[in-house]
């Protein structure tokens, strides 16, 4: 047969059936043996000759599911500090890809040039008439026999990252969670904000909204702390005593919580 004959040939068998009854049974069984004869090269491609990593990637992970290992790794990527951008970073990093070439597993580390955030300087300090200007520290104490005591001084201070740097001296207007209706509530009891430091308490919504509502409000600054009553185990622990970490899971007193703006 021509290769012509033979495209024309191939066409038809896929070509709807437009000839007498016979002919049409003779080729729709061509057409259903056709249909069959793909169906056989495709799953003998896929059974014999296509790439399987992945079956091997799904023995490995589960071969690696032991709580041993699990813990392993946590303790050795949570033992010491390593905010982004620091050399203990960099050790963090090298110890993933470590990990994951000892499996077998194609790895690389790519650097990237970020925009980052860190403190230089911050202070916090409440004025009352009459009395000592109090300072806060602004640091998380550790507990009585704390193994980690020694890492817990490497931590960066507690702060924002990317918030505005100044400094503001204001009256303190306290807004709750820094929603919306709040600052609506303080208006309708003839609370002015503008220019004032906006005192808001996580929860309800996240901390770039509460600095985003203070100062859609007119707020000089804005200050947001973690406060007992939904952190720090109200109504917790025996005979009316608040207990927390490493008791209990709530926050420490002066446990806080940090993030990004």
């Known amino acids: 047969m021509s290769s012509r004959g033979k495209q024309e040939r191939q066409q038809s068998l896929l070509l709807p059936d437009t000839t007498p ?8 069984r061509r057409f259903v043996a056709f249909l069959v004869l793909a169906a056989a090269l495709v799953a003998s491609y ?19 599911g032991s709580n041993a290992t699990a813990a392993a790794h946590l303790r050795a990527l949570t033992l010491r500090p390593h905010v982004a951008g620091t050399e203990a970073n960099a050790l963090a990093a090298e110890y993933v890809r470590a990990a994951f070439s000892s499996l ?8 990237y040039s970020v925009l980052l955030s860190y403190p230089v300087h911050r202070s916090l300090s409440l004025t009352v008439p009459g009395r000592a200007a109090a300072n806060f520290a602004l640091v998380q104490e550790t507990y009585p026999g704390d193994p980690y005591a020694e890492a817990a001084a490497e931590v960066i201070p507690t702060y924002f990252a990317y918030s ?31 220019g004032k430091v906006a005192l ?11 600095v985003r509502n203070a100062r859609a409000a007119g707020a000089a600054a804005a200050i947001v702390y ?3 009553k ?9 005979k009316g005593k608040l207990k927390w970490f490493p008791d209990a899971l709530w926050l420490p007193p002066t446990g806080v919580q940090v993030g990004t703006l």
């Open 21 to 28: 009854a016979g002919g049409g049974a003779t080729r729709r």
């Open 46 to 64: 896929h059974h014999f000759l296509a790439p399987a990593p992945a079956s091997r990637y799904h023995a490995l992970f589960l071969s690696l």
């Open 104 to 111: 077998s597993f194609p790895t690389r580390v790519t650097p």
């Open 164 to 194: 505005g740097s100044g400094s503001v001296a204001a009256e303190v207007v306290y807004a709750n969670y820094g929603n919306t209706k709040d600052y609506a509530y303080l208006a309708s009891r003839g609370v002015n904000v503008a």
């Open 200 to 210: 808001v308490r996580y929860g309800n919504l996240h901390c770039e909204d509460m």
């Open 226 to 228: 973690t406060d007992a």
């Open 230 to 238: 939904d952190y720090g185990g109200a109504g917790a622990g025996a």
